[in-house]
């Protein structure tokens, strides 16, 4: 029978197989796999195209020193990863690790060109796995600093949003500030977005996106007073902010009154004393103090702890926001 595969030259005739039988084989077959079987020819592209199964994997985006592009599986328990390297010797290597119990597989491919070749390869992948959303995006932004620009203009036109997207930069001294300000004019986040970038400019002009669930800004020296107004994400985490304890005053009064913030859940700031916050921002504003032998769970950044103590203000809707230290820093926590 013509389907049977050629022992001699160990063949197997997989687009003779019907379309049921093609997929149950895609089922079991690595993603690097998938995305080389649908790079022969305009055939195997569609048939990898068609499959009805990739809703369960997810797309990341990596632009570092090497670029790559990983197709995780459920739970993240196998990742497959592209990346693409400007050192020859590399070509072609494949590596497996394990963490936490997970496989990461990578392969490298030298190009002259990595970061246009990076391009051409997402696209095609995105165009397989039938993606408009990138699960994690992580962009060091002085990794390829003349190509920035082409970059973003790139994933905005092929990307529709990002869930989580970490954002970071190798040299402190190197200026990111303009490509900062363009990714978050041009990129559309939904859930995350974390920045370690270190932006000198107290004027700058990016906008935080909105209605975010996560919000991570270390070296928020920039983040001041008006722009904390602006932030509606749930879970807000700021490094070195320069509000003032006047600032702090005024804004928990409008968060008492239900002017601003309204969507917070928890803020976690730099290291503060309790007593001294009390004394400084609390001054005029009504709040008890809990008992310390009193435990409350309360939900931090990550999960919920078991707190002892704190001090209490409460929104005019009968919310609650309790204050309290831990780990070195200062965490308010609404319930």
Known sequence: MKMISNRRTNEFPILRLPFLA??????????????????ISKR????????????????????????????????????????????????????????????????FKYSMDPVEEWKQLCKHV?????????????????????????????????????????LFQWDKENNVEENFAYFLNNITIKNELGSSL????????????????????????????????EIDSKHVILRSDRITNKEWNSF?????AMETNQNLECLELSHKHL????????????HEMVDGGDKRVLKNFL?????????????IDGRTATFFTRFDNFWMSVH
Request: hydrophobic share 40%; charged share 25%; aromatic share 10%.
């Open 252 to 256: 928990l009064k409008k968060w008492i």
């Open 126 to 166: 995105l165009g397989i796995f039938k993606k408009q959303t990138i699960n994690n995006l992580f962009m060091v932004l002085d990794a390829f600093a003349d190509q920035n620009i082409s970059i973003i203009d790139f994933l905005k036109t092929n990307v529709k949003s990002v869930n989580r997207c970490s």
């Open 22 to 39: 093609i997929e149950e084989i895609f089922k079991t077959m690595d993603r690097i796999k998938i995305i080389n079987f649908s790079m």
């Open 303 to 315: 999960n919920r702890r078991v707190i002892n103590g704190g001090i209490d203000i409460r929104r």
């Open 44 to 107: 195997t592209k569609t048939v990898a195209k068609n499959m009805d199964f990739y809703s369960k994997y997810a797309i990341c985006l990596y632009i570092d020193k090497t670029l790559g592009i990983s197709i995780n599986g459920t739970n993240y328990l196998v990742t497959c990863t592209y990346l693409m390297t400007s050192d020859k010797q590399m070509d072609g290597k494949i590596e497996q690790n394990e963490y936490n119990q997970c496989i990461i597989r990578s392969i």
């Open 275 to 286: 007593e001294e916050f009390r004394e400084l921002v609390l001054h005029d504003i009504p």
């Open 198 to 229: 270190h932006i000198k400019n107290n004027n700058f002009d990016g906008k935080i996106p909105k209605h975010l669930k996560e919000l991570y800004i270390g070296n928020s020296q920039w983040i001041g007073y008006e722009r904390l107004l």
